[in-house]
């Protein structure tokens, strides 16, 4: 199973709601990812989780907060977002790099995000 | 700020053609992977070729890099419409991958 899995595919929220993303793979990867995409622009690291622990937050606000409840698992739950925050995100799950630098990473199909 | 820029950023070609980008980026590698993303759903991962390496190939892709020149190229030999899509270089590592702008794919029947 090379599969990493996302759901919702869509989702339409107001600027008040509080939802979730989820994301689940079974690669036995210890490392996971969120990523936000733009319309044409390429995908923009957002968090990194290894070894279920938060290791890199690239300066993303706090109404973005993710969470890994286990190895298979990450979560983005999200709270009081804006328009502006309307886009793709997607997961991602790689075993974790030691160094060698030549490990691929594997993506969802992502999350259609609309803020109204 | 984006490590690869990639050109051309959108390139049209008929079935059979064959189909080249090219990405540069900034600082020293240790490799360069690149990714293909079909309408803007989840990428998939089409090739990784280390700093040491000159040439790769996989199926019909052919990719290329310069270390000295900061710069790689994938080649898509007759290509497909089922290639259509948005393809993109990658440095770094997988935990903190850095992708290009970009080059939109568009193969005509």
């Known amino acids: 199973d090379t599969e990493v899995t996302q759901t919702p595919k869509h989702l339409v929220m107001g600027m008040t709601n509080k939802k979730s993303l989820k994301c689940e793979q079974h690669m036995g990867h210890r490392a996971m990812y969120w990523y936000k995409q733009k319309a044409k622009k390429p995908p923009e690291l957002m968090f990194v989780?290894?070894?279920?622990?938060?290791?890199i937050n690239e300066s993303v606000p706090s109404r973005f907060s993710p969470e890994c409840p286990n190895s298979s698992l990450l979560n983005l739950h999200l709270h009081a977002l804006q328009p502006e925050d309307s886009a793709l995100y997607l997961c991602a799950s790689s075993q974790v790099d030691l160094g060698l630098m030549n490990t691929e990473a594997f993506f969802g199909q992502g999350t259609r995000l609309t803020v109204v | 700020s984006q490590q690869g820029e990639e050109d051309p950023q959108a390139l049209s070609i008929q079935e059979g053609e064959n189909a080249t980008m090219n990405c540069s980026y900034k600082t020293s590698i240790n490799n360069l992977q690149w990714y293909r993303q079909n309408s803007g759903r989840g990428l998939v991962h089409l090739i990784l070729?280390?700093?040491?390496?000159r040439e790769k190939h996989s199926g019909r892709l052919r990719v290329t890099l310069d270390t000295s020149k900061k710069s790689s190229s994938l080649l898509i030999t007759a290509s497909r419409a089922a290639d259509t899509a948005s393809y993109f270089c990658?440095?770094?590592?997988?935990?903190?991958?850095?992708f290009g702008t970009g080059t939109r794919l568009q193969v005509t029947l």
């Open positions: 990658a440095t770094g590592t997988a935990s903190k991958l850095t």
């Open positions: 989780y290894s070894y279920e622990k938060l290791s």
């Open positions: 070729i280390r700093s040491n390496e």
